[in-house]
């Protein structure tokens, strides 16, 4: 990639890059998950006809961090809507890794919804991610509809979720 790309994507990084997808790409399977927490394990497959709101973050990432009180109002707000939240802990660092630590920042973050632990990144890959903290919005077809990278665009994120919570199935 040449160098003023990478400058001009990690700019959009910073600004809160977000996008609606022209043509929907089928949402990957959770791939890989090493622990779930808060649940037991989940499919794409079986969340159909439910908008998912897949987050992924790492709990030492103060982005992350920032974004986390909005996710946990959303899955508040909307859960008994037919909104699921799947919080996809991709560690950044070996300290993260560990089961005990993402469970006791659960617990400090007050995260009801599940947590699918991704330590070897196949989920990651399957959804070719690139940032921490990113978002992908599922429609009830299972189809990535919209997505988000970093902090930000709180506002038009949620306004997603209401239209497509919306949408017949």
Not at 73 to 85: E, Q, S, T
Request: aromatic share 14%; glycine share 6%; net charge positive.
């Amino acid at each position: 990639m040449p160098h003023y790309l990478k400058f001009l994507t990690a700019a959009a990084m910073l600004a809160g890059a977000s996008a609606v997808s022209a043509a929907p790409a089928t949402a990957p399977e959770f791939t890989g998950i090493n622990q779930w927490l808060n649940s037991e394990p989940l499919t794409m497959k079986q969340l159909r006809g439910k908008v998912v709101l897949v987050d992924f973050w790492t709990y030492d990432c103060i982005n992350c961090i920032n974004t986390l009180p909005h996710v946990v109002k959303w899955y508040d707000k909307y859960k008994d809507k037919g909104l699921v939240v799947v919080g996809v802990h991709t560690p950044e660092f070996g300290f993260e890794r560990k089961t005990e630590n993402v469970r006791a920042a659960i617990k400090r973050f007050d995260i009801r919804y599940p947590v699918a632990q991704d330590n070897r990144y196949e989920t990651w890959k399957a959804y070719d991610n690139r940032y921490w903290p990113a978002f992908y919005l599922v429609n009830k077809n299972g189809q990535v509809v919209y997505t988000h990278f970093g902090e930000g665009r709180y506002e038009q994120t949620e306004a997603k979720i209401q239209q497509l919570l919306s949408e017949k199935f």
